[in-house]
């Protein structure tokens, strides 16, 4: 993990910042409740970012209550698995102790879910997802294929996306431009 100890991370805009305020503001769309939630999930993914994970953050709610949460920590836990949705999801169910969540529970994440969490989404019964930022690259919401949509799953999710695009955009370009700056300063 020596490129967790040679980052020196740039402070990264706070959940109240003028990004996330123009990000509410440009969608009617959302409830305070959901942007609430996200900024919670924002909180997650930056405490992910500074220890050295790649910052995305998620959380479950269920009657209006966090059931879990997580951040991105596969370096950390020493777990290829440990997403963020995927540590919130463990959370959420050994707190309930079932393997399915209840009815109606939502995960906000920051970031587009890849292949695997949106597997451990179906399984886990998770009734809607909402995500910030797209990823282009692995998304499996759309910006590659729309799992959640393919019609041999027997559980459908309700996806929304774009809540705190912005700011969940910039905080992992933040992470990955000082990545690459650390990178470069080791090489020199
Ligand atoms: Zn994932």
């Not at 994970?53 to 020493?78: C, D, K, T, W």
């Amino acid at each position: 993990m020596k490129h967790k100890q040679n980052i020196s991370l740039k402070p990264y805009p706070t959940v109240n910042s003028q990004l996330v305020i123009e990000d509410m503001q440009a969608s009617t769309f959302w409830s305070l409740q959901d942007m609430s939630w996200m900024k919670i999930a924002l909180k997650l993914a930056r405490q992910g970012a500074e220890r050295g994970e790649v910052p995305v953050g998620a959380i479950l709610v269920h009657n209006q209550q966090i059931i879990g949460q997580g951040f991105n920590e596969p370096i950390g836990r020493h777990d290829a698995t440990a997403h963020a949705e995927i540590v919130a999801l463990r959370e959420a169910c050994a707190r309930l102790k079932n393997y399915r969540l209840p009815l109606q529970t939502t995960l906000y994440v920051t970031l587009e879910p890849c292949t695997m969490c949106i597997g451990a989404l179906i399984h886990a019964r998770v009734d809607r997802l909402v995500y910030a930022a797209s990823e282009p690259r692995a998304g499996m919401v759309g910006s590659q294929i729309n799992l959640p949509m393919q019609p041999f799953y027997n559980h459908a999710i309700e996806v929304h996306n774009g809540l705190c695009r912005e700011h969940s955009s910039q905080m992992l370009k933040t992470f990955f431009r000082e990545r690459r700056k650390a990178a470069k300063r080791k090489t020199i």
